[in-house]
């Protein structure tokens, strides 16, 4: 059942996490989510004061991420990290585990990681993002199982930067399918139009992580790399 685009709206995370992104940018992208009812706005760990600055008063969340894009950051870098993005005033934050040590076979590093992790989240809601694309259908099962095991409130399919590829409708009902009810899950790359969208949450997702959320809701065929 095809959702209005005021609906989708309230799904969306505005997103912009280019390297290149400067203040002016990041101000729009916030004044965008206030005008077009977005969920929130992510952006870079840098932008985050500027922007609960910014959406303060607001219903749009703050989401930012961590082991970004790459996720080979050391485990004590990723919990402080995320501590300090909360403290900045993060309300989410998404965080890519180590998909090389998957990829390895080393999973109980990956256990350990994961659930450092949750816990420097303490309250705030956190996601894991799973870069499926770069997995094997067997590597894909055993990450998404310790990310459910470690206690992450959402799975993600991809960061929507490099190797972790679009979001699929295949990939997200897979994700929804393997994760039990109380664990959501949140569609990012690739997303630039109304009907992708639609087709996202109707294969179960949640949230949808989007740097062409404008013109995802106002018609058109977005050009956003996200």
């Given amino acids: 059942m095809s959702e209005t685009p005021e609906e989708i709206a309230a799904r969306i995370q505005h997103t912009e996490v280019g390297p290149t992104a400067d203040q002016d940018r990041i101000e729009e992208l916030c004044d965008e989510c206030v005008e077009y009812g977005f969920d929130g706005a992510m952006v870079q760990a840098c ?5 609960a600055d910014r959406l303060a008063g607001t219903d749009v969340t703050v989401c930012s991420a961590v082991g970004f ?10 919990a402080g990290a995320i501590r300090d993005v909360i403290a900045a005033g993060a ?21 350990r990681e994961m659930n450092l992790l949750v816990e420097a989240s303490g309250d705030t809601t956190i996601k894991a993002m799973l870069e499926l694309g770069a997995l094997t259908d067997e590597e894909a099962e055993r990450i998404v199982d310790m990310a459910v095991d470690a206690g992450f409130d959402y799975v993600k399919n991809s960061s929507g930067w490099g190797e972790g590829g679009k979001a699929t409708v ?57």
């Fill in 47 to 51: 932008w985050v004061p500027l922007a």
């Fill in 69 to 78: 894009p790459m996720g080979g950051d050391r485990p004590l870098s990723k």
């Fill in 91 to 111: 309300e989410e934050v998404d965080v890519m585990p180590n998909i090389g040590f998957v990829k390895s076979g080393r999973d109980d590093e990956v256990r």
């Fill in 170 to 226: 295949e990939r997200i009902e897979f994700l929804r399918e393997r994760v039990p009810e109380d664990v959501r899950v949140k569609a990012s790359g690739g997303i630039k139009t109304l009907e992708g969208a639609n087709e996202l949450v109707d294969a179960g997702a949640v949230l949808l992580g989007a740097s062409s959320g404008v013109a995802i809701v106002t018609g058109g065929t977005g050009d956003g790399e996200y």
